[in-house]
């Protein structure tokens, strides 16, 4: 099992920026494929980025493309989400998930086992 926790969220203004952290125990972080997805009230939950195991290969939601960074640190078991020129329509609870061993990662939920309980990221206009 891998225990996941995300944490960096919060209240940001319009064109701000935040970074997110996602912390993770028990089995081999280093190899997980990861994403980051966002849930807004009332909608499901959406892919926003993710990254290979090995952290070679990464792609984002074509409305965070140019603005959000996904990247890994295997010797810290953490994934980070950079987030810069934040909207408010990013406004979400954002959720790390761990996909498959040694794979590439997916843009679908259902394709990740492990989840953290979500960081509430609010932007403000």
């Known amino acids: 099992q891998v225990l996941l926790e995300e944490s960096g969220g919060g209240l940001v203004q319009a064109g701000g920026s935040l970074r997110l952290s996602c912390g993770a125990s028990g089995r081999t972080f280093s190899n997980y494929a990861m994403g980051w997805f966002r849930q807004a009230p009332r909608k499901e939950r959406e892919f926003v980025a993710r990254i290979s195991w090995s952290g070679d290969s990464t792609s984002y939601a074509d409305s965070v493309k140019g603005r959000f960074t996904i990247s890994r640190d295997n010797a810290k078991n953490t994934v980070y989400l950079q987030m810069n020129s934040l909207k408010p329509e990013d406004t979400a609870v954002y959720y790390c998930?761990?996909?498959?061993?040694?794979?590439?990662?997916?843009?679908?939920?259902?394709?990740?086992?492990?989840w953290g309980q979500g960081t509430q990221v609010t932007v403000s206009s």
């Open positions: 998930g761990a996909g498959a061993r040694y794979g590439l990662g997916t843009t679908s939920p259902y394709d990740y086992t492990y």
